[in-house]
T-cell receptor, first 110, second 114 residues
């Protein structure tokens, strides 16, 4: 099955700094979804990207899907302590099977 | 209402016990999923139910037995588990089991097997 690699595994930032996590696949992806999981919580759907080169924004979050549909990124501008958590990218197979990247754990120092 | 509920929140069981995890959604979704998540790892798919029928079993050991009594409920029956089965068990649902459908996750059951 398809594999999605995600980097970095961990990121410590000072509050107010920017943050970016990257996902890469060796195969073309039909879509990419992004989830956030707070410490002790469960994954919460953030957004889905489907089109080549697509860019979507949600307030301070910017999501991109690569032109070749093999990579994606999530960028957070001016992080806040409420951004703390693990961010997962994921892609769907037939049958809506979600394959997750390894996740990037974001820690924000106030 | 975009809520998926799971009970219990926490469960401690011995290796000889039989227990069940329950999941419920009232969004009219016809696809439901079980995932297993170990600490600091991503969720891993276990089972997919589509229209109350098991459509995908990701080579899960038989000590895990899923059941979908109706379109709103999903159970996971546990028997003779091993300590390495300790994990967060997440239930999710989506409108249907096709690509690109958003999955809504429940809060999970934290399972500890002693």
């Amino acid at each position: 099955g398809q594999q999605v690699m995600q980097i970095p595994q961990y990121q410590h930032v000072q509050e107010g700094e920017d943050f970016t996590t990257y996902c890469n696949s060796s195969t073309t992806l039909s879509n990419i979804q992004w989830y956030k999981q707070r410490p002790g919580g469960h994954p919460v759907f953030l957004i889905q990207l489907v089109k080549s080169g697509e860019v979507k924004k949600q307030k301070r979050l910017t999501f991109q899907f690569g032109e070749a549909k093999k990579n994606s990124s999530l960028h957070i501008t001016a992080t806040q302590t409420t951004d703390v958590g693990t961010y997962f990218c994921a892609s769907n197979n037939a049958g809506n099977m979600l394959t997750f990247g390894g996740g990037t754990r974001l820690m924000v120092k106030p | 209402d975009t809520e998926v509920t799971q009970t219990p929140k926490h469960l401690v069981m011995g290796m000889t016990n039989k227990k069940s995890l329950k999941c419920e959604q009232h969004m009219g979704h016809r696809a439901m999923y079980w995932y297993k998540q170990k600490a600091k790892k991503p969720p891993e798919l276990m089972f997919v139910y589509s229209y109350e029928k098991l459509s995908i079993n990701e080579s899960v050991p038989s000590r895990f037995s899923p059941e979908c009594p109706n379109s709103s409920l999903l159970n996971l029956h546990l028997h003779a588990l091993q300590p390495e089965d300790s994990a967060l068990y997440l239930c999710a649902s989506s409108q249907i089991a096709v690509k690109q459908e958003t999955q809504y996750f429940g809060p999970g059951t934290r399972l500890l097997v002693l």
